[in-house]
């Protein structure tokens, strides 16, 4: 069984400035892996970026990257140079052995000018 | 492109009454993934196929909620009975395994029981 929390509601960000994107998780599986998809206003559902959690290295997808603390997870989505196109909502979720995702309640992120 | 196509995109039904939506995966796909994610909260696991036999079912599915996956390609949920509380998108899923291996979503079908 898995649990995914996300703590912050709603984000705003400037245009080109940086944000980050909290996650915590909890998992009774030792193989698993991470996600961070985002939702845009009335389109479905995309990946953004994923993580192995056998692998220590943190991911990195162009402006998006995670922060993959395993013993603490934690696995934060950072966003660089925001453009007006990244507002969507963002879901981190997780998924072991059977294939099902558990998401968390989403973060909804703002790009303004 | 021939991503995931939900039908219908919109259903408003009485308290009472059957519905049924269909998904269409994207064809090489063998599993299929079923969510319902209700205002403010995350899509929550409702049940999954690998190819034509259903793996999985979440307690979310009471007995009034039934899915088929024949001949293992497009896939119906059907709700019998629905109730205001039934109020949701449901969202459908693919992908060619599972793990970490990206899943693919439709658009959903946002139902509205009146």
């Known amino acids: 069984a898995q649990t995914v929390t996300q703590s912050q509601p709603e984000m705003s960000v400037q245009e080109a400035e940086t944000v980050t994107l909290s996650c915590t998780y909890d998992?009774?599986?030792?193989?698993?892996?991470l996600f961070w998809y985002k939702q845009p206003p009335s389109r479905q559902m995309i990946l953004v970026i994923r993580?192995?959690?056998?692998?220590?290295q943190n991911a990195t997808e162009n402006r998006f990257s995670v922060n993959f603390q395993k013993a603490a997870k934690s696995f934060s989505l950072k966003i660089s140079d925001s453009q007006l196109g990244d507002t969507a909502m963002y879901f981190c979720?997780?998924?072991?052995?059977?294939?099902?995702?558990?998401f968390g309640t989403g973060t909804r992120l703002q790009v303004t000018l | 492109d021939t991503g995931v196509s939900q039908n219908p995109r919109h259903k408003i039904t009485k308290r009472g009454q059957n519905v049924t939506f269909r998904c269409d995966p994207i064809s090489e796909h063998n599993r299929l993934y079923w969510y319902r994610q209700t205002l403010g909260q995350g899509p929550e696991f409702l049940t999954y196929?690998?190819?034509?036999?259903?793996?999985?079912k979440s307690r979310l599915l009471s007995d009034r909620f039934s899915a088929e996956r024949p001949k293992g390609s497009f896939s119906t949920l059907e709700i019998q009975r629905t109730e205001q509380g039934d109020s949701a998108m449901y969202l459908c899923a693919s992908s060619p395994s599972g793990g970490k291996t990206e899943a693919f979503f439709g658009q959903g079908t946002r139902l509205t029981v009146v």
């Open positions: 993580q192995e959690a056998y692998k220590q």
């Open positions: 998992t009774s599986e030792n193989n698993y892996y």
């Open positions: 979720a997780a998924t072991g052995t059977a294939s099902k995702l558990t």
């Open positions: 196929f690998q190819n034509e036999a259903q793996l999985e």
